[in-house]
């Protein structure tokens, strides 16, 4: 649900993966439907992992508003570069949403070095079952 409330408008775009879970390309094209965001997939390289060389020619554009990637892929298990990304995303200045369901307690993960602006993570694959959302829109 909290992607809903990112203050996207026609014509911003959304930068994601191959690897991000499928249930989360629909509120996508739901926004992209109703809102007309335009949803672009990075490329990847040769370990599945979002290309980061792709990622920073696809950040000159100025209607990039948000990369929505997963901490590790659903799909194959490819662990994405994030440390590098949010760099990325800070210095271009749009937001940097994580998706860590899957990686976050199996993985090192620092807050400070990631420098994202949403987190999202189900609790229930390592404690309980809930969900919890972390924003930080002032990174």
């Known amino acids: 649900m909290e992607f809903y409330s990112l203050p996207l408008k026609f014509g911003d775009i959304l930068l ?4 991000k879970y ?5 509120p996508y094209l739901q926004r992209q439907k109703r809102d007309g965001i ?5 490329n990847e390289d040769e370990t599945g ?3 980061l060389e792709h990622l920073k020619k696809a950040l ?3 209607n990039i508003r948000l ?4 901490l590790l892929g659903i799909h194959g298990g490819p662990i994405q570069p994030v440390e590098e990304i949010g760099a990325l995303a ?20 620092d807050i400070k ?17 809930s969900t919890w959302y972390w924003f930080s829109m002032d990174r």
């Open 113 to 129: 070095k990631i420098g994202y602006h949403v987190l999202t993570r189900f609790w229930s694959q390592i404690l309980t079952c």
């Open 60 to 62: 000159d554009n100025p």
């Open 90 to 109: 800070r210095e271009a200045g749009v937001w940097f949403f994580l998706d860590a369901c899957q990686g976050i307690g199996h993985l090192p993960f």
């Open 38 to 42: 335009k949803v672009k997939v990075l």
């Open 16 to 19: 994601t993966s191959t690897t």
């Open 67 to 70: 990369i929505s990637l997963p």
């Open 22 to 26: 499928a249930g989360n390309y629909i």
């Open 49 to 51: 992992a979002v290309c």
